[in-house]
């Protein structure tokens, strides 16, 4: 490698680190539209090339997805989440993955978690019933999710709620798709009162059991024939 081309390698890394800051910080949010070229290239101080070179990588990796004709869109915010999305799991293949990460989140949450992250935890089956009497779909699966990533977020292991963080999209993405078929028949509607009580009282054991007995039922609610109009109305 000349002394050029390894001064370019370091540039392109360097971009791609700053690039990928932006992602991760939130500053360019999932979903969202990225600045142009042109204004990257004036922000950056950098050559049109590299810049292009530091994007594929990111595409590459999965956090970025190039649009033709509109731009580059943020897909993900690790190259882990990236790389679930781009497998486009069946929410069987997605349940089977959260049965270990939600016993394990729900044990270690019992006895780590925080009144601050308890309060929100209720906060969010507050809005989880809201919406189930709503018949809010999107409402729901968002609140159902978040509650769960709380309870990932209290296990005060930041690996577990990076993983759970990668699952969001496409579990999101698999709830949704079966959602339309079921509907809210069979779907769980107990809210996980017993989940929270066990995390308040710090049973380790029960929080597991519980845990995994949502999951149980959200596997029935998927093997369950697909609800009739009548049913809908």
Same mark, same amino acid.
């Given at each position: =490698?000349?002394?050029?081309?390894?001064?370019?390698?370091?540039?392109?890394?360097?971009?791609?680190?700053?690039?990928?800051?932006?992602?991760?910080?939130?500053?360019?949010?999932?979903?969202?539209?990225?600045?142009?070229?042109?204004? #990257?290239?004036?922000?950056?101080?950098?050559?049109?090339?590299?810049?292009?070179?530091?994007?594929? !990588?990111?595409?590459?990796?999965?956090?970025?997805?190039?649009?033709?004709?509109?731009?580059?869109?943020?897909? *993900?915010?690790?190259? #882990?989440?990236? *790389?679930?999305?781009?497998?486009?799991?069946?929410?069987?293949?997605?349940?089977?993955?959260?049965?270990?990460?939600?016993?394990?989140?729900?044990?270690?949450?019992?006895?780590?978690?925080?009144?601050?992250?308890?309060?929100?935890?209720?906060?969010?089956? !507050?809005?989880?019933?809201?919406?189930?009497?709503?018949?809010?779909?999107?409402?729901?699966?968002?609140?159902?999710?978040?509650?769960?990533?709380?309870?990932?977020?209290?296990?005060? /292991?930041?690996? =577990?709620?990076?993983?759970?963080?990668?699952?969001?999209? *496409?579990?999101?993405?698999? =709830?949704? !798709?079966?959602?339309?078929?079921?509907?809210?028949?069979?779907?769980?509607?107990?809210?996980?009162?017993?989940?929270?009580?066990? #995390?308040?009282?710090?049973?380790?054991?029960?929080?597991?059991?519980?845990?995994?007995? /949502?999951?149980?039922?959200?596997?029935?609610?998927?093997?369950?024939?697909? !609800?009739?109009?009548?049913?809908?109305?």
């Amino acid at each position: =490698m000349t002394l050029a081309s390894a001064r370019r390698s370091v540039l392109v890394d360097d971009v791609i680190q700053r690039l990928r800051a932006e992602i991760t910080s939130g500053r360019w949010p999932v979903g969202g539209r990225i600045p142009t070229e042109t204004a #990257l290239i004036e922000q950056l101080g950098i050559a049109r090339g590299t810049l292009r070179e530091a994007t594929r !990588a990111l595409i590459h990796a999965g956090l970025l997805q190039a649009r033709q004709g509109d731009g580059t869109y943020v897909r *993900a915010t690790s190259e #882990l989440s990236g *790389a679930i999305q781009r497998l486009d799991s069946e929410l069987g293949d997605v349940l089977e993955v959260r049965q270990a990460l939600d016993a394990q989140a729900a044990r270690l949450a019992a006895v780590r978690v925080s009144p601050e992250q308890l309060t929100r935890l209720d906060d969010l089956l !507050a809005r989880r019933s809201t919406a189930w009497r709503d018949r809010d779909r999107d409402a729901w699966i968002e609140a159902d999710y978040a509650f769960h990533q709380g309870i990932a977020a209290g296990s005060g /292991n930041v690996l =577990m709620d990076n993983l759970y963080t990668a699952l969001g999209p *496409a579990l999101r993405r698999s =709830m949704t !798709a079966h959602w339309d078929e079921h509907g809210f028949d069979g779907a769980d509607r107990r809210g996980h009162e017993d989940l929270l009580d066990a #995390l308040r009282e710090g049973d380790a054991g029960r929080a597991a059991r519980s845990a995994v007995s /949502n999951i149980d039922a959200t596997d029935d609610w998927r093997g369950a024939p697909p !609800a009739s109009p009548a049913a809908e109305s």
